[in-house]
C-alpha cells in the first residue's frame, strides 16, 4: 500500500470538496424550482378554490357575505402560501456568499412568520364576522384566542428579530 505525500491528500480533498461544492450547486438548480412550482401550483388551486367557494353561495343562495366569507377565507390561504414559493424561490435560489445565508434566511422568515401573522388575523376577523352573523356569542373566544396567539408570535418574531441583528452587521452598516 503506497503512502500518499501531503500535497496529494491535500489535492484529493481539494477534489472531493469542489465535487461536493458541484453536487449542492446541482441540487439546489432542481430541488428549489421544484419546491417553488409546488407552492405555486398549490397557490394558484387555492385561489381557484376561493373564487368557487365565493361563488358558490352567491349564485345558489344569493348570499353575498356568506361567499365573501368563504372566499376570503381561502383566499388568505391562497396568498399564505404564494408568499411561501415567492420565499423560497427569492432567498434559496440565489447563490451568494455565506455570510449572507443569515440574512437571507433571517429576511425570508421575518416576511414568512409576517404573512402568517397576517393570516390568522383575518381568519379571527371572519370568524368575528361568522359568528356575529349566526349568534354564536358563545363561540368567540376561538377567533380571540387565535387573535392572541398571532400577537404571541408577532411578538416572537420583534425578539427574533432584535437577536438576531448583530448577526447580520457587516461591518458598520446594518443589514
Known sequence: MESKSATELERD??????????LIVKTRQVIVPAFTLFFLGFALLYAGAAMIEFLRPVLSEGKIIEGLIKGLHMGVVALAVYELAHIVY????TLGPPEAMVWRIRRGLIRFVSVVCTALVLEALIMVIKYSQQDLVGF???????????AMLLIALGVFTRLSVSLCETGNERV
Open 140 to 150: 368567540l373566544y376561538y377567533p380571540v384566542a387565535i387573535i392572541v396567539a398571532a
Open 90 to 93: 427569492q432567498e434559496y435560489d
Open 13 to 22: 480533498a481539494e477534489i472531493k470538496g469542489l465535487s461536493l461544492d458541484w
